[in-house]
């Protein structure tokens, strides 16, 4: 199998290739989506330089056609041109310039009919040159139209991924500051607050209370001493009545 046998081979195959059942079956999509691109981006490089050197080889056994038909073509003229010669010289006499001139004739007629086996042995092979640039072409232009249906479908994707995980870490941040769950950030932080404020209003009662007791301790003292007065008082009526 030749070289341009093998690239027509992959370029038929790759562009065939059912892009999307080969994403269905893939792990890891986005991976399986570049590694396309790589073969593609290759494949189209290597069709490339096959058309171009298939259009060259082609080009070339054009210019031989072309020459050949001329010159058999040109022959053909020195043929007709020495067989005149022959005839004159035969209608003057000349019997031995006539068979000269009639051998130069068929020694040109020969070289036209080579030239002529010539060009009809390289056009079938020209044309299945054509062909397979034709060919060739046209898969080249399939490559290069899934070569940018990868790169889209390679962004869309990609751009959904990230819009995935953009939206995961989106509901997580909103999860941790959920404060009507129990265990998110927010929500054990409020918690620590709840716990300290009612620490200091504790602390604020315990204090309070305390002064309270005093106070009532000392309105208890002033009582007694209340009492030790009037108490006093009602004595000193006694002795003087």
Not at 16 to 31: F, G, W
Not at 226 to 234: K, N, V
Request: without cysteine; glycine residues 4%; aromatic residues 2%.
């Amino acid at each position: 199998m030749t070289q341009k046998q093998t690239i027509i081979g992959r370029i038929t195959q790759l562009a065939k290739a059912n892009i999307n059942a080969l994403l269905d079956r893939a792990e890891d999509p986005e991976r399986m989506l570049d590694q396309l691109v790589r073969d593609y981006t290759n494949s189209i490089a290597e069709a490339e330089e096959a058309v171009a050197q298939t259009i060259a080889n082609v080009r070339m056994a054009e210019a031989d056609l072309r020459t050949d038909q001329e010159a058999a073509e040109e022959w053909g003229r020195k043929a007709a041109a020495a067989l005149r010669k022959a005839e004159e010289m035969r209608a003057q006499g000349d019997t031995a310039g006539a068979e000269k001139f009639e051998n130069l004739a068929k020694v040109a007629l020969g070289r036209q009919i080579t030239y002529e086996n010539n060009v009809k042995a390289a056009q079938p092979a020209i044309e299945q040159q054509n062909a397979t640039v034709e060919q060739l072409k046209s898969g080249l232009t399939q490559m290069k139209v899934k070569l940018e249906e990868l790169k889209a479908k390679r962004g869309t994707l990609v751009a959904r991924a990230r819009s995935v995980e953009a939206q995961g870490k989106v509901q997580d941040a909103m999860r941790s500051i959920d404060i009507m769950d129990p265990t998110s950030e927010l929500s054990r932080f409020e918690e620590r607050i709840r716990k300290e404020e009612a620490l200091v209003q504790g602390r604020a009662e315990a204090a309070a209370t305390s002064l309270e007791d005093a106070f009532d301790e000392l309105e208890d003292d002033s009582d007694s001493a209340e009492i030790e007065a009037r108490l006093a008082a009602l004595r000193q009526q006694a002795q003087q009545g």
